[in-house]
């Protein structure tokens, strides 16, 4: 059984927290119980948010059954995970890696003492995980990247990075998804719409997917922005 603890955020929240570490197993639990909370909602229930590590579950006091909403997911949390998972599709992410579009990309390379080209090989020669959207809508954490270029923030974020940015910090990396500040290095950038409202769906990512990225050149950068603007 996998060691976890509920604890109460408020009188409208409940928090289900697994063992504190980043780590696919880890979050392959938090992305099951939400699922399942989904599946088989219970009354009352407004929102079921999968963190890195945790779930958080939020309801309506006045509809919800505290004491079976605690019963529910404590079996939930200790339920084990399914023998084998639904795989989801590799999401394809374009990116143009580099110059005005990648500010730090030399920095990235340089940390790891190696060329901007290894840095960008590196990048897109792993599968990554998507272990939960936070921040902004649409901004999606994905790990875990290579150690040799697992840059840390910068030291002073910048006040506005371009939607589309493609960026590291530490061993996560991500799209901002709107024009927002931010403190990742920043290496390249997709044209695609991590957030789109004019979508059936708006979430280009979610919790538990897989994504790879792959390098483009700014023709057809500008081909595919064209496309999806």
Do not use: C
């Given at each position: 059984?996998?060691?976890?603890?509920?604890?109460?955020?408020?009188?409208?929240?409940?928090i289900?927290?697994?063992?504190e570490?980043?780590?696919p197993e880890?979050?392959?639990?938090a992305?099951a119980?939400a699922?399942?909370?989904?599946v088989?909602?219970?009354a009352g229930v407004?929102?079921?948010?999968?963190?890195?590590?945790?779930?958080?579950?939020?309801?309506?006091?006045l509809?919800?059954?505290?004491?079976?909403?605690?019963?529910?997911?404590?079996?939930?949390?200790a339920?084990?995970?399914?023998?084998?998972?639904p795989?989801?599709?590799v999401?394809?992410?374009?990116?143009c890696y580099?110059?005005?579009?990648?500010?730090?990309l030399a920095a990235?390379?340089?940390?790891?003492?190696?060329?901007?080209?290894a840095?960008?090989?590196?990048?897109?020669?792993?599968?990554y995980h998507v272990?939960?959207?936070?921040?902004?809508?649409?901004?999606a954490?994905l790990?875990?990247v290579?150690?040799?270029i697992?840059?840390?923030?910068?030291?002073t974020?910048r006040?506005?990075?371009p939607?589309?940015?493609v960026g590291?910090?530490g061993?996560?990396?991500?799209?901002?998804?709107?024009?927002t500040?931010?403190?990742?290095?920043?290496?390249?950038?997709?044209?695609?719409?991590?957030?789109d409202?004019t979508?059936?769906?708006p979430f280009?990512?979610r919790?538990?997917?897989?994504?790879r990225f792959?390098?483009i050149d700014?023709?057809e950068?500008?081909?595919?922005?064209?496309?999806v603007?």
């Open positions: 059984m996998s060691a976890f603890r509920i604890v109460a955020a408020g009188d409208s929240a409940l289900v927290e697994f063992e570490r980043i780590d880890v979050n392959a639990r992305v119980l699922e399942r909370l989904h088989d909602p219970v407004r929102d079921v948010v999968p963190t890195y590590r945790s779930v958080a579950v939020y309801f309506d006091p509809r919800t059954a505290h004491d079976a909403l605690m019963a529910r997911l404590e079996r939930e949390a339920a084990p995970l399914p023998a084998a998972r795989a989801h599709d999401l394809r992410l374009p990116v580099g110059g005005e579009f990648g500010p730090d990235v390379a340089g940390f790891g003492g190696i060329s901007e080209t840095a960008i090989d590196l990048h897109t020669k792993n599968t272990f939960m959207l936070g921040f902004a809508p649409g901004l954490y790990g875990i290579d150690e040799r697992a840059a840390p923030r910068r030291d974020p006040v506005r990075v939607r589309g940015s590291i910090a061993g996560q990396t991500g799209v901002y998804p709107s024009e500040p931010g403190g990742w290095q920043i290496i390249g950038r997709t044209p695609l719409l991590p957030f409202l979508r059936p769906n280009l990512m919790a538990g997917d897989a994504v792959d390098a700014r023709v950068f500008d081909r595919l922005e064209r496309e603007r």
